[in-house]
């Protein structure tokens, strides 16, 4: 079964500080791509950062960074000097090639809160 | 600005009732997604669309319908068989049909509730 486990639910971080949030993933496909997505207070979903399994370097986008560790199907996600707008929720999802036309399986989700 | 559109932003349903939830895209996407979000859950997918005319029931399809006449447009409707249908729905667009590369772009949302 492809499945996405968050197992954090709340996470407390300092600002300037840098903070991980944990991902792990199950699935038997080769091919797939894993994203993460920040929401806000207010509901859209953001998209922040994408790694494809065939990738062998980290993705990074300016303050994100993806730790992808392949053996131990984790795609952890990593924030550099948190912001006070970084409070919201952020959630782990798998796009599997070939998968009720590359659907979205998402994780419970993690909600970060940034403090002053 | 390209963008996906989704309105109403809130919407009250009264029982016995049909409402449909708009969502429309000028990103010349192929792919069209509704999903539904429980409070303090993932995302889960209703139906999906990959091209003008089809679509695909997903993993909770009991109770809503969809059409996709257009390229453009991809509404959701929430019937009455839906027993549960308070929830935040969300509809995404992606350029390409499966590929796992490219990410879902996402509307603001709209918050049902019944009355």
């Known amino acids: 079964a492809q499945k996405i486990t968050q197992t954090q639910p709340g996470m407390f971080v300092q600002e300037k500080e840098a903070v991980t949030l944990d991902c792990t993933y199950d699935?038997?496909?080769?091919?797939?791509?894993l994203f993460w997505y920040k929401q806000p207070s207010s509901g859209e979903m953001i998209f922040l950062i994408y790694q494809g399994s065939y990738d062998e370097q980290n993705a990074t986008e300016g303050r994100y960074s993806l730790n992808f560790q392949k053996a131990r199907k984790s795609a952890n996600l990593v924030i550099s000097a948190s912001q006070l707008g970084d409070s919201a929720m952020y959630f782990c999802a798998m796009r599997v090639l070939g998968n009720q036309g590359g659907k979205l399986i998402f994780g419970q989700g993690t909600e970060l809160s940034v403090k002053p | 600005d390209g963008g996906i559109t989704q309105s109403p932003k809130y919407l009250f349903r009264k029982e016995g009732q049909n409402v449909t939830l708009s969502c429309e895209q000028n990103?010349?996407?192929?792919?069209m997604y509704w999903y539904r979000q429980d409070p303090g859950q993932g995302l889960r997918l209703i139906y999906y669309s990959q091209i003008v005319n089809d679509f695909q029931k997903g993993d909770i399809a009991e109770g809503y319908s969809v059409s996709r006449e257009k390229k453009e447009s991809f509404p959701l409707t929430v019937t009455s068989a839906q027993k549960n249908p308070t929830a935040f729905y969300l509809c995404?667009?992606?350029?390409?049909?499966?590929?796992?590369?490219?990410?879902?772009?996402f509307g603001d949302g709209t918050r049902l509730s019944i009355l």
């Open positions: 995404a667009s992606s350029p390409e049909k499966e590929g796992p590369g490219q990410p879902q772009h």
């Open positions: 990103l010349n996407h192929d792919a």
């Open positions: 699935t038997s496909d080769q091919s797939y791509g």
